[in-house]
């Protein structure tokens, strides 16, 4: 990579983050979304792994720190505006959400009600370990 002028072209938000949504680089399943700032994303295409920024935590997220399900970075890409972030992943571990699922979008719209339709993969507090 020849420098990182390339974030240049970004177009941050107020707050120096930008939306970037993670999807199965084989399945095109989208796994989840999280927010990046410059040095997160800069990290993400050095690295070859996916660090976002997390808000509530106010710091620098590398994906699968506590649980081990990280995100191997096959391909970055960004929307026509150059306001979404779009990384193409493999998915370590199978499983994407904090639920224990496979993405954080498994509820479903039907006839007016949230339905969970995504069966829990593994048990969250298997994953995180409790103080």
Same mark, same amino acid.
């Given at each position: 990579? +020849? #420098? $990182?002028?390339?974030?240049?072209?970004?177009?941050?938000? /107020?707050?120096?983050?930008?939306? *970037?949504?993670?999807?199965? !680089?084989? +399945? #095109? $399943?989208?796994?989840?979304?999280?927010?990046?700032?410059? /040095?997160?994303?800069?990290?993400? *295409?050095?690295?070859?792994? !996916?660090?976002?920024?997390?808000?509530?935590?106010?710091?620098?997220?590398?994906?699968?720190?506590?649980?081990?399900?990280?995100?191997?970075?096959?391909?970055?890409?960004?929307?026509?505006?150059?306001?979404?972030?779009?990384?193409?992943?493999?998915?370590?571990?199978?499983?994407?959400?904090?639920?224990?699922?496979?993405?954080?979008?498994?509820?479903?719209?039907?006839?007016?009600?949230?339905?969970?339709?995504?069966?829990?993969?593994?048990?969250?507090?298997?994953?995180?370990?409790?103080?």
């Amino acid at each position: 990579m +020849t #420098g $990182e002028n390339w974030l240049d072209e970004i177009k941050w938000t /107020e707050d120096g983050l930008v939306p *970037a949504i993670a999807q199965d !680089a084989d +399945t #095109g $399943e989208v796994l989840m979304f999280a927010w990046m700032n410059r /040095e997160s994303l800069a990290m993400s *295409a050095r690295e070859g792994r !996916a660090v976002y920024f997390s808000r509530s935590r106010g710091r620098l997220w590398p994906k699968g720190e506590e649980s081990g399900h990280v995100q191997q970075i096959r391909e970055i890409r960004v929307d026509c505006d150059k306001d979404v972030v779009l990384l193409k992943i493999e998915q370590v571990g199978g499983i994407a959400c904090h639920t224990g699922r496979r993405s954080c979008f498994y509820f479903r719209l039907e006839d007016g009600d949230w339905q969970a339709v995504e069966a829990v993969l593994k048990d969250p507090g298997e994953i995180y370990r409790q103080p």
